[in-house]
C-alpha cells in the first residue's frame, strides 16, 4: 500500500497550493490521515490531521486559518490547501495514515507515510 503526495513548487509569500495525498488501496478511504513537514535542519512537525469519515479536523497553531485539510474517500485523496503562505512553510511535506487519529499530531503513531512534496516559498 502506497500513499502518493503531490502538489508542491515554489508560490511566493501570500500565495496558494494545494497538496493531494493518494492512496494506492482502497483500505486506506477509512483511516486517518495527517499531514507533516520537515525543513531542513528541523524535525518532523505536524501540520494537519483529519478523521477517517473527514468529520473531525485538527491543526497546528501556526496554519490555523490559513490550512485547510479535507478528504475524498471516494477517490482515496486526502487535500491540505494552503493559503496565504509564508517563506516559513518552506519545507518537504508529508502525508501518513493510521487506523485511528490516537496521538494525530505525533509522527511516530502513523504506520504509512508517502514519500516528501517540496513546498518553496519566497519573500
Known amino acids: 500500500v502506497q500513499l502518493q503526495a503531490s502538489g508542491g513548487g515554489s508560490v511566493q509569500a501570500g500565495g496558494s497550493l494545494r497538496l493531494s495525498c493518494a492512496a494506492s488501496d482502497g483500505t486506506f478511504s477509512t483511516y486517518a490521515k495527517g499531514w507533516f513537514r520537515q525543513a531542513p535542519g528541523k524535525e518532523r512537525e505536524f501540520v494537519s490531521a483529519?478523521?477517517?469519515?473527514?468529520?473531525?479536523?485538527f491543526y497546528a497553531d501556526f496554519v490555523k486559518g490559513r490550512f485547510t485539510i479535507s478528504r475524498d474517500n471516494a477517490k482515496n485523496i486526502v487535500y491540505l490547501q494552503m493559503n496565504n503562505l509564508k517563506p516559513e512553510d518552506t519545507a518537504t511535506y508529508y502525508c501518513?495514515?493510521?487506523?485511528?487519529?490516537?496521538?494525530?499530531?505525533?509522527?511516530?503513531?502513523?504506520?504509512?507515510w508517502g514519500q516528501g512534496t517540496l513546498v518553496t516559498v519566497s519573500s
Open positions: 501518513a495514515a493510521d487506523r485511528t487519529l490516537l496521538g494525530y499530531n505525533k509522527p511516530e503513531r502513523y504506520a504509512y
Open positions: 483529519i478523521s477517517g469519515s473527514g468529520g473531525s479536523q
